[in-house]
């Protein structure tokens, strides 16, 4: 699972009991009409208040999950229910419900209070604090099965991805759930997108793309041909600065432990968290359902190790780069030889040609999906007569094939302000790679004002230099990432001093 912590907590010896121990110990469990919930992630108090995980219980309820931005929706048998990341209100078929706090986000895992899935849902709930465990009793409405929901036109079933398989006929995607696996025929027109949660942003992508570990929704008619199939992933990606037995911490502080089915590959060889070290470059990926690392893809530089100095390896990348370009990978040695290249976990042997005695080329092109930063690119010679010596280019490699998200603005869409010179912003999130501040510009009722706004990676912020009429704002911001991804978002608000 994922935690966050100081960095510091790993550069001191181990205590008896560990965190996770600890904090399995102690964490709340969940139970949907007698029927345990996976206690990760847990419930979580704040403030005395209850909160619970929504996407989880949803869909144990039967419920759908919707998200768009931070608004959230989902409908409780005739009733339309809405709820806004942040907000301490709901609202049932267009009235507010109160709620004991606001909704909050945690590390891509939505909490609301208890009160939701009693108030608005209309579940009864309790809270045992001597056993430590929620029990939620409601009607299940629409399910048939764990994992399958019925919706208006069809049904939409949910699970983590199994296994992909892109060659038979038709390709197929597999979903484990409770119940067991269910593997299911994928129609050649069905749309397929990739929503990378921690950016907030989803884009095109193909059944290829999908990787088992991620969590998936497919939706499908009620004659059971899919139409579309959402893959939703988390990743972070930084450098290790300590490790300490099955959990490393990054350089943001962030603590990462090992799961049951976590994989760990290092270098594009199969590695352990054993095999880990501080300065290694990590890519981790995990199940956005259940919050559990299922990759850790690490990158090592292998410059000055021995057998270094028999090859030279060049890349030509000179920035990162997105979806579509390429990067040529150059090695000089022995001639005669066959050469590979890797780039770091992320993409293994790959063929080199020699297009000239000693010199060999290949070249690797961006796929859809593919997100690592700072990549060791490593070439490798096998030689006539068995033996191999292997090489690292001087300079590492960057992709994204996701644009950066505009992950929270203001003033919100559709709010009213009492102020005629109000701070107007938006915030930024990338995956792999960076978001390029100098990309960043704001419209602001149709005007460029980027020059008189305040730009970083992480956000842009507008204050006017004068006051603006009573009326309606119409807010237009766009910013890419150093590989040239970009977003555009556009909302507006109303300003009313009188």
């Not at 909704?103 to 208890?114: C, D, F, I, K």
């Not at 959990?247 to 976590?262: K, N, P």
């Not at 766009?478 to 300003?495: C, L, Q």
Request: a negative charge; aromatic letters at 6%.
């Amino acid at each position: 699972m994922l935690h966050v912590a100081a960095a510091m907590a790993l550069s001191t010896p181990a205590p008896a009991r560990s965190p996770a121990a600890a904090a399995a110990k102690h964490a709340i469990t969940i139970l949907i009409n007698g029927n345990p919930l996976p206690i990760d992630p847990p419930p979580r108090f704040e403030n005395g208040v209850l909160f619970v995980p929504v996407q989880r219980t949803l869909a144990a309820l039967g419920l759908p999950f919707e998200r768009t931005g931070k608004a959230i929706s989902t409908q409780a048998g005739s009733k339309n229910v809405t709820l806004e990341v942040g907000s301490r209100f709901a609202e049932v078929d267009g009235n507010r419900v109160s709620l004991d706090a606001p909704s909050t986000e945690v590390r891509g895992t939505l909490y609301a209070p208890l009160r939701f899935f009693t108030d608005v849902l209309g579940a009864q709930a309790d809270f045992d604090r001597r056993t430590n465990t929620v029990t939620i009793v409601a009607q299940l409405i629409g399910r048939t099965e764990f994992g399958l929901v019925s919706t208006g036109n069809g049904f939409t079933r949910s699970g983590t991805v199994a296994a992909v398989d892109v060659l038979s006929e038709p390709p197929t995607l597999t979903l484990g759930y409770d119940t067991g696996p269910k593997t299911i025929s994928i129609a050649p027109n069905a749309i397929v997108e990739m929503e990378d949660v921690n950016a907030d942003v989803t884009t095109p992508g193909e059944l290829g793309d999908v990787r088992p570990g991620d969590y998936a929704r497919v939706e499908m008619r009620k004659d059971g041909r899919v139409t579309r199939v959402v893959d939703a992933f988390g990743s972070y990606n930084g450098r290790i600065v300590a490790v300490a037995g099955n959990q490393f911490v990054m350089a943001d502080g962030q603590v990462v432990g090992a799961g049951r089915t976590t994989e760990v590959a290092l270098n594009g060889k199969a590695a352990s968290f054993a095999d880990l070290r501080a300065g290694d470059v990590v890519t981790v990926r995990y199940n956005v359902e259940s919050n559990e690392v299922r990759e850790v893809l690490a990158s090592r530089s292998t410059i000055g190790e021995p057998g270094s100095s028999a090859v030279a390896v060049t890349a030509d990348a000179t920035r990162p780069l997105r979806a579509g370009e390429s990067v040529t990978v150059r090695l000089h040695g022995p001639s005669g030889g066959a050469a590979t290249f890797d780039i770091g976990s992320y993409v293994s042997d790959l063929a080199m040609h020699e297009t000239a005695p000693g010199e060999y080329v290949g070249s690797y092109t961006i796929s859809q999906g593919a997100n690592f930063a700072q990549a060791a690119v490593i070439g490798r010679l096998s030689q006539r007569g068995g033996g191999s010596v292997e090489a690292e280019a001087p300079q590492t490699l960057s992709a994204s094939s996701t644009p950066p998200g505009i992950v929270d603005f203001a003033p919100d869409t559709g709010t009213t302000v009492n102020n005629d010179r109000p701070a107007i912003y938006a915030t930024f999130a990338s995956d792999a790679v960076a978001v390029n501040p100098s990309s960043a510009a704001i419209w602001i009722n149709g005007h460029d004002v980027t020059s008189d706004s305040v730009r970083t990676p992480q956000f842009i912020q507008y204050v006017p230099a004068y006051a603006y009429p009573d009326g309606l704002v119409r807010v237009t911001v766009r910013v890419a990432d150093e590989a040239g991804n970009a977003t555009t978002k556009s909302w507006t608000f109303t300003i009313r001093t009188h």
